[in-house]
Nanobody, 116 residues
Framework: VDVVESGGGLVRPGESLRLSCAAL????????MGWYRQNPGTQRELVAN???????EYSDSAKGRFTISRDNAKNSVSLQLNNLKPNDTGVYYC???????????WGQGTQVTVSS
């Protein structure tokens, strides 16, 4: 499975961004697709996750500001980031879990920087 991310960039506090992730060449149905954030010296942490058969989950900091949704393309999700704050800064990675053996695949990461 190839995980391809797009979006990210430099924005000011209060602005918005949209991240997209596509899982290509998967021969198995998808169990979940989600976004994780990482900063230097810290562990990768959950931002938002979409379970294809069971709904969504968000970190406390993401609730009410970020929305993860499934795109029209079968194996693609987007993450809408609204009212961004400096603490949202980091490299955002897309994680794909396939159903048949729960193998995990990661994208290359996309930088989000929120600064005035």
């Amino acid at each position: 499975v190839d995980v391809v991310e797009s979006g990210g960039g430099l924005v000011r506090p209060g602005e918005s961004l949209r991240l997209s992730c596509a899982a290509l060449h998967s021969i198995s149905t998808i169990y979940s697709m989600g976004w994780y954030r990482q900063n230097p010296g810290t562990q990768r942490e959950l931002v938002a996750n979409l379970l294809f058969a069971a709904g969504t989950e968000y970190s406390d900091s993401a609730k009410g500001r970020f929305t993860i949704s499934r795109d029209n393309a079968k194996n693609s999700v987007s993450l809408q980031l609204n009212n961004l704050k400096p603490n949202d800064t980091g490299v955002y990675y897309c994680k794909v879990v396939v159903r048949w053996n729960f193998a995990t695949y990661w994208g290359q990461g996309t930088q989000v920087t929120v600064s005035s």
